[in-house]
Structure formats: C-alpha cells, structure tokens
C-alpha cells in the first residue's frame, strides 16, 4: 500500500543566507538582468511566506523575490542527492518494513474509545538504495494511519540509548508482523537494556514536570494525557531497573492513571506521587543488576546481518 510521506516545514531564511535564484531577472527593457541560477544573499527577510525577501547581487543591485523563487546555496548544490524523498518516488519503502507492532494506549492497557492506533517498527532497506547517493530516509511516517517505521540502523541505535518509545516496540505485546530476521532480534532484546534507562527515563520525566509546573503557575491547568504518561514511563523505568524488561501493560495502576487522565486526581497529589515514584527509581538503580552500557557489539554483530540479509534479500 502507497503511504505519503511526513509534510516537511517550510523555514523562513535568515539575513545573512546565500540563496539562488530560480527564474530568470528580466528589467524593463527586457534584458536580462541576473539569470536563472544566480548567487545572491538575503539582506531582508519577510515575516511570512505571503511576503518577499530582498536579496542583494554581487553586483550591488538588490530585488525583491518570492520564496517560490529562490532556494539557498547548499540546497542547490546538493541537488537530487539531499532529497530523501526520492527513494519514496523509486520504491515503496513501506514494503520493506520487518517488524510492525502497536504501542501507545492500545498497548499499555489505557486506551478509550477517541484512542488512536499507533504502529511503530523498523524496515529494511534495499541494499542498492541504502548504499546510493540518495541514500535512505531515517524513518517513513504516514499520518494518516498513525504509523512510523525507523531505519533499522537507527532504530538499534535509539534502541542503545534507551529511547523508551523504542525500547516499547521491543516488548509490545501487539505485534503484528514480524519476519524471522526480526524474531530474532526480539529474542535477544534484554542486549539493549542498561542502566542509560535510569539517565534517560528520568531526565525525560523531570525536565517535562518542570514544564508542567510552569503550565500550572501560568495557566492554571496541564494536559493531563501528558501527565499520566509521565507517571506510567517512571512507573516503567523503576520496572526495568528492578526486573530487566520493559513492561508495557500497566493492569495494577490502570485506574490511578486514568484518573490522572480525566483529571480527577489533585495536581498536588499527583505531584506528590511522582516524588515517591522518584525516590523509588532512585533505589532501583543502586540495586539495579543491570550492565553499564548495553551491549553494543552484539547490536552490531546484529546489523551486519541485516545488511548481509538485504543484499541478499532474504526478507521473509
């Protein structure tokens, strides 16, 4: 099945960038006054994109221009090679995916009836178009369907740094395709679990409560699907700690979190809940049997024969 790609944001340049322009410069005798392809910098730039920018010549003479119409420098001598995009034109990548589970509500046991359906996985490419100059989008995204699938490579890697929406892919327990060469990376998933989660889990949770804080004294009220999420990954990483796995149902705190959902339980409760499930994490890494670092060669050995698997294309 055909799926668009991720909308990519359109950027407003700066003063200061060197751009190229699109379209011939035509004065009002008709001549030509810088042709298609010329090299200008911006020296005022517009507040929005209904607006132009002003860029200035090498020969001093400035013109008012339409973002429609110019490009930066780098993009342009980039050319075909920086458009991602095109590998989407030349192949369905989505074929490609390996590994498709569901997380998010629907996995943690939290899900009602405005949830959506997020699917998360990894895919490998095609050898040729991994090693060609266009190269390989990190990950495919498809909004429409609440879908994205990382690059096998880059999935490992945030899987390494204890990504905790990469590490529930690993132990969702609604997968829904998975080839052998993913199978096998599932049975040995414990690789990726070290005590970065305490780092990464925690870091996360603590600089989000601090917004949250900041949302309460300035507004007067926070989203409170983003709270019990908060709550639920602590939860999660003193788990990890404790267990080595990363569980994803939540069955013996369902009803508290989704009392934070619905907003029925305090701030000042929740908060205080968070310090407790804190101070708990906090133990759970002093007694924590987990390794340092997780096992990096083992993921490595792993990749290669991924890449030896897509050369060969044995997918199934």
Not at 24 to 41: C, K, Q, T, W, Y
Not at 148 to 173: D, H, M, R
């Amino acid at each position: 099945m055909k799926r668009g790609n991720a909308n990519l944001g359109i950027l407003i340049f700066p003063v200061g960038t060197q751009v190229v322009i699109l379209r011939d410069l035509i004065a009002s005798n008709e001549r030509v006054m810088h042709p298609r392809g010329s090299v200008g910098v911006v020296v005022r730039s517009p507040r929005d994109l209904q607006h132009s920018y002003r860029v200035r010549f090498l020969d001093g003479v400035e013109e008012s221009l339409k973002s429609g119409d110019l490009t930066t420098l780098a993009k342009f001598k980039e050319g075909d090679i920086g458009i991602k995009t095109i590998s989407f034109e030349r192949d369905d990548l989505f074929d490609r995916v390996i590994f498709q589970c569901v997380i998010g509500s629907q996995a943690y046991g939290l899900a009602d009836s405005e949830s959506d359906i997020d699917r998360r996985g990894f895919y490998l490419p095609p050898a040729e178009r991994h090693w060609s100059l266009y190269g390989v989008p990190e990950q495919l995204e498809c909004h429409e369907t609440q879908e994205t699938y990382w690059e096998i490579q880059k999935f490992l890697i945030l899987a390494l740094k204890a990504n905790p929406n990469v590490l529930e892919c690993l132990y969702s327990p609604l997968v829904e395709k998975a080839t052998p060469l993913a199978e096998e990376l599932l049975g040995m998933r414990d690789m990726f679990l070290s005590r970065l989660v305490y780092q990464t889990y925690n870091g996360y949770v603590m600089s989000q409560f601090k917004k949250m804080q900041a949302d309460i004294r300035n507004h007067g009220e926070v989203k409170w699907k983003h709270v019990m999420h908060l709550i639920r990954l602590l939860i999660s990483g003193i788990s990890v700690l404790r267990d080595g796995l990363v569980p994803v149902r939540v069955d013996d705190h369902r009803e508290q979190l989704l009392a934070i959902k619905r907003g029925d339980m305090p701030w000042e409760e929740t908060e205080k809940w968070r310090l407790s499930l804190n101070t708990e994490f906090n133990k759970a890494l002093g007694e924590t049997k987990l390794p340092e670092r997780p096992d990096y060669e083992k993921a490595n050995a792993f990749l290669v024969k991924a890449r030896r698997a897509a050369l060969s294309e044995e997918l199934s």
